[in-house]
Antibody, heavy 117, light 113 residues
Framework: EVRLLESGGGLVQPGGSLRLSCAASGFTFTNYALIWVRQAPGKGLECVAVIDVKAYYADSVKGRFTISRDNSKSALYLQMNSLRAEDTAVYYCAKSIGGSGGFYDSWGQGTLVTVSS | DIVMTQSPDSLAVSLGERATINCKSS????????????LAWYRQRPGQPPELLIY???TRESGVPDRFSGSGSGTDFTLTISSLQAEDVAVYYCQQHASGRHTFGQGTKLEIK
């Protein structure tokens, strides 16, 4: 069974940093692209960052967030710096369907990031 | 970035009736080299993460009931639920990855009439 478990969320002041982690199990981690998607309270889904052969970022986080993966630990990370109030959201990690499909068939339950003074 | 626009923003349908949600992309998501539309549909029930329903515009994900179907090509796509069930109350999103930066539609909220 595929499992994705996010951690690392919490309350942080504007300008601060957080590192989110996503622990994966139940599949061959190296074979799949991974994504961080966020959802602000009461809002829709936003792709924050994708990592496959290379990394892609939303304009809203480029230069502040860094996506990375540790294949030896089956772990995905999101380093978030210079946090702003508008980064407040539930952050989900998800696994792609494989091949050239940038579609995501398994999702974690999410971790809440709150940026506030 | 490719902008995805869904219509309507919200929809109320009676149980057992058909629900139709549209998604339009600002540029084509059809990639000729693979002969595929890089378009997916997700359902997000209240308090839950999204679930993949349809990918490649019309391929149903394993385990998804056959009342869900996807159609369209290029820039215009449709998700159809042929007979609405109570568990289909959710927000539905389309998503493209024809470009490296994936984008979602704004979502369509589906309720029971």
């Amino acid at each position: 069974e595929v499992r994705l478990l996010e951690s690392g969320g919490g309350l942080v002041q504007p300008g601060g940093s957080l590192r989110l982690s996503c622990a994966a199990s139940g599949f061959t981690f190296t074979n799949y692209a991974l994504i961080w998607v966020r959802q602000a309270p009461g809002k829709g889904l936003e792709c924050v960052a994708v990592i496959d052969v290379k990394a892609y970022y939303a304009d809203s986080v480029k230069g502040r967030f860094t996506i990375s993966r540790d294949n030896s630990k089956s772990a995905l990370y999101l380093q978030m710096n210079s946090l702003r109030a508008e980064d407040t959201a539930v952050y989900y990690c998800a696994k792609s369907i494989g091949g050239s499909g940038g579609f995501y068939d398994s999702w974690g339950q999410g971790t809440l990031v709150t940026v506030s003074s | 970035d490719i902008v995805m626009t869904q219509s309507p923003d919200s929809l109320a349908v009676s149980l057992g009736e058909r629900a139709t949600i549209n998604c339009k992309s600002s540029q084509s998501v059809f990639i000729s080299s693979s002969n595929k539309n890089y378009l997916a549909w997700y359902r997000q029930r209240p308090g839950q993460p999204p679930e993949l329903l349809i990918y490649w515009a019309s391929t149903r994900e394993s385990g998804v009931p056959d009342r869900f179907s996807g159609s369209g090509s290029g820039t215009d796509f449709t998700l159809t639920i042929s007979s609405l069930q109570a568990e289909d109350v959710a927000v539905y999103y389309c998503q493209q990855h024809a470009s490296g930066r994936h984008t979602f539609g704004q979502g369509t909220k589906l309720e029971i009439k």
